[in-house]
């Protein structure tokens, strides 16, 4: 079993839709839960940062984390054709070994 | 600033041979990290290396090796190469302070014929 599992996709939606990504981890000693955001040809850059359980907005995009049902989300409100991408999460104890999802890649179709 | 190199970007191998993929960190970044990225398994971790120490290390084979210099920059090496290391390797970087944000190069592209 896979430390962090990720539905690959793909997930396709219509521009202005909200999506959900999501994803589930096995190790109760993740601290640090982050999404990275990867364009093609390009590497992953750190969308969103939470550490331990709850909630973080910045602007159309909302992180969520549920430590007790080891759940990890990504909302993305009012999304645009720009949003197309592969999304990352990932996970790390705080002993700089930073978790990989597999990605799921994201298509918004104007 | 500049960002994270790496090099070279594209390399086309035949099995059994080996590669040496190079990364130079942000400029003040002491941890490099490597990453093997293919469509079925995602972004996998091979090893961490900080002051010229492996610190962490994934479930790799031993034909997957690193090492940093005193100047941060890393290499990783693969040797008797098979068709399945055919993968984006990706190196990042991060400062001192664990925040969660690794700075990511573009990678290396490797193809093995």
């Known amino acids: 079993q896979k430390e962090v599992e990720q539905d690959p996709g793909p997930l396709s939606v219509p521009e202005g839709a909200i999506v959900s990504l999501n994803c589930t981890y096995s190790?109760?000693?993740?601290?640090?839960f982050m999404w990275y955001r990867q364009y093609s040809r390009k590497g992953p850059e750190l969308l969103m940062y939470t550490y331990s359980s709850g909630n973080k907005e910045d602007g159309r995009f909302t992180a969520q984390v549920d430590k007790s049902s080891k759940y990890i989300s990504l909302f993305i409100r009012d999304s645009q054709p720009s949003d197309s991408a592969t999304y990352l999460c990932a996970t790390d104890t705080g002993g700089f070994k930073t978790i990989f999802g597999a990605g799921t890649r994201l298509f918004v179709k104007a | 600033k500049a960002g994270v190199t790496q090099t070279p970007r594209y390399l086309i191998k035949t099995r059994g041979q080996q590669v040496t993929l190079s990364c130079s960190p942000i400029s003040g970044h002491r941890s490099v990290s490597w990453y093997q990225q293919t469509p079925g398994q995602g972004l996998q971790f091979l090893f961490e290396y900080f002051s010229e120490t492996q610190r962490n290390k994934g479930n790799f084979p031993g034909r997957f090796s690193g090492r940093q210099f005193s100047n941060s920059r890393s290499e990783m090496n693969v040797s008797t190469l098979e068709l399945g290391d055919s993968a984006l390797y990706l190196c990042?970087?991060?400062?001192?302070?664990?925040?969660?944000?690794?700075?990511f190069g573009e990678g290396s592209r490797l193809t093995v014929l």
């Open positions: 190790n109760s000693a993740f601290q640090y």
């Open positions: 990042a970087s991060r400062g001192d302070r664990n925040t969660g944000e690794l700075f």
